[in-house]
């Protein structure tokens, strides 16, 4: 997402499903610019993907929803603030569970109940399935995320 060209979106709408928001480029916080940008994503029906500072994470999508309730909002990594902090990824699929128009992205997860929980708790058809699985899984844990792959889909 190009906050000095607010206009990138409205311009390019034909040729992109949405912008990505990422905390290393972007503050956790509405602006004026960015809810331009976010006017034009909700105006073409595109997607916001998010990767946002953890501690604002519910705060700041939730704030999103109230200027558009019905933008499409993918949540990175299933929400997650550390890669073995299960309890966060459960807590931020129960807060986004009423949100039709939330999805969430897999990559990096390692852990197969933490994908099986996710489908439980939001559903099959609100997950980006990405399989881009972490370099650091041994074997087994590598074959357990294959499996719960096949079993969720």
């Known amino acids: 997402m190009d906050e000095e060209n607010v206009n ?3 311009d390019h709408h034909k040729d992109i499903v949405g912008v990505k928001e990422h905390l290393v480029m972007h503050e ?4 004026d610019k960015r809810v331009a940008i976010f006017e034009d994503i909700n105006k073409y029906d595109l997607n916001i993907l998010l990767h946002t ?10 704030s999103i929803l109230k200027l558009f309730p019905y933008i499409k909002i993918h ?3 299933l929400g997650r603030a550390t890669a073995d902090n299960l309890q ?8 986004f569970k009423p949100y039709g128009n939330i999805f969430f992205d897999t990559s990096t997860i390692r852990q197969p109940e933490a994908l099986e929980y996710a489908v439980r708790i939001v ?18 844990q590598a074959k357990s995320f294959i499996n719960a792959l096949y079993e969720i889909s």
């Open 88 to 95: 966060f990824i459960y807590d931020i699929l129960e807060s």
């Open 123 to 140: 559903g099959r058809n609100r997950h980006s399935i990405m399989l881009k699985p972490p370099l650091s899984l041994s074997l087994e």
């Open 75 to 77: 949540v990175a990594h």
């Open 8 to 10: 990138f979106v409205k």
């Open 28 to 31: 956790t916080a509405l602006n």
């Open 53 to 62: 500072r953890a501690n604002v994470r519910v705060d700041y999508v939730k």
